[in-house]
């Protein structure tokens, strides 16, 4: 009943890879799991290609942006604790 | 035809850095049971390190203008209980090829305290018993490049990469910032490696032939992130297991720790009503 089959792959695939980023999240998973649920749930209804592509496209963007607050949240850190000068 | 590149990057598994760690009810090491470990972080700079010179090799959007040795095969190895295959997976979804694990029970380890070393005392190696080790790995693995970590997080030495060095007799730059390849005589085949390091107040640069030995700093680069495919994609990739026996490593401590203190609680501020308040209080403490 799909009516996207690739693109429904695509969706599960960037959900969960979302869902793994969620596990090291700083303020816990759970507050991360349920607002990605609710961001995704949110866009149930879209059904055109294009839009969903975008979504596909912004979810994306979302993982990268996540992958980039982790890494200058330890950097920081780390700074902070050996390069304090 | 030029020497190819074969890569080592040993990596140790410690408390995460978001943690902030609690000493046990005997003071004698950190709590580490229940708590969240993760890859040292400056043992990812040098996968990344290593991944990246490997992406300059080869053709594609990453290649380097420039000439770089051929990375055939990137090998990390971590020494420690059975969790370290995590951080080894970790490491392998990173881009390293494949890992070696060396196992050491903290209960039966060879390093015990010949002494019997107190209850919940940590049996890890110690610097110079790691160094002894990745010595005879770097031989019998054939590799010419180690970069490692320039410290771990937990205990802070900064000391396995030097020792390593000396051991092999080879060049070392420590706090590296900067790793660039040169191309030795015209066609020879030979390489030099130019790294610029950390150093007091500025940077140093600093040349060597390989065999290298390279520690890293945190601004060399920017690690990526272990994402999910990439982690699937790792638990397909070889993880030998192995014992300090295995390389004829005598990994007996020489340290004993006596005591863990928590560092004393910072005392909180206090607040003064009006300007006087502040003077009075400031002549109280003779800062004026």
């Known amino acids: 009943m799909a009516l996207h089959p690739d693109l429904r792959q695509q969706v599960i695939h960037i959900y969960k890879e979302l869902l793994h980023l969620g596990r090291a999240y700083p303020l816990g998973y759970h507050y991360f799991q349920t607002r990605l649920h609710r961001a995704f749930a949110s866009q149930k209804d879209i059904i055109d290609e294009n839009d969903i592509k975008k979504g596909i496209a912004k979810a994306q963007y979302v993982r990268k942006e996540i992958e980039a607050l982790y890494y200058l949240k330890r950097y920081r850190t780390l700074r902070q604790r050996y390069n304090n000068s | ?288």
């Open chain 2, 1 to 288: 035809m030029s020497v190819p590149l074969k890569i080592l990057v040993p990596v140790k598994r410690v408390i995460d850095y978001a943690i902030k760690p609690r000493v046990n009810a005997t003071h004698t090491a950190i709590e580490t049971t229940n708590v969240k470990h993760s890859l040292n972080p400056f043992d990812e700079l040098s996968l990344e390190a290593a991944v990246r010179l490997r992406e300059a090799s080869l053709p594609g959007p990453k290649k380097s203008p420039h000439p770089t040795p051929s990375v055939p095969d990137i090998l990390a190895l971590s020494a420690g209980p059975a969790k370290c295959t995590d951080v080894l997976r970790t490491a392998m979804a990173m881009g390293a090829d494949r890992a070696i694990h060396v196992e050491i029970d903290p209960k039966t380890s060879s390093g015990k305290d010949k002494e019997g070393g107190a209850e919940g005392e940590s049996q890890e190696l110690e610097p110079l018993g790691v160094a002894k080790l990745l010595a005879q790995v770097v031989k019998a693995e054939d590799r010419n490049f180690v970069i490692l970590g320039k410290q771990s997080i937990d205990d802070d030495s900064n000391q396995t990469g030097q020792m390593l060095a000396g051991l092999l007799g080879w060049g070392q730059a420590t706090q590296a910032r900067d790793i660039v390849f040169e191309e030795e005589g015209e066609g020879k085949g030979g390489w030099m490696v130019k790294v610029t390091k950390e150093v007091d107040g500025g940077v140093e640069t600093v040349r060597s032939p390989l065999p290298m030995v390279v520690t890293t700093d945190l601004r060399l680069n920017e690690p990526r992130y272990a994402s999910l495919p990439n982690i699937m994609k790792a638990k397909k990739k070889k993880l030998e297991k192995k014992s300090l026996e295995d390389y004829g490593v005598d990994g007996g401590r020489r340290l004993r720790v006596l005591r863990v203190e928590e560092p004393p609680a910072r005392k909180g501020g206090g607040k003064v009503e009006d300007v006087d308040g502040m003077i009075s209080r400031l002549k109280e403490l003779g800062a004026i």
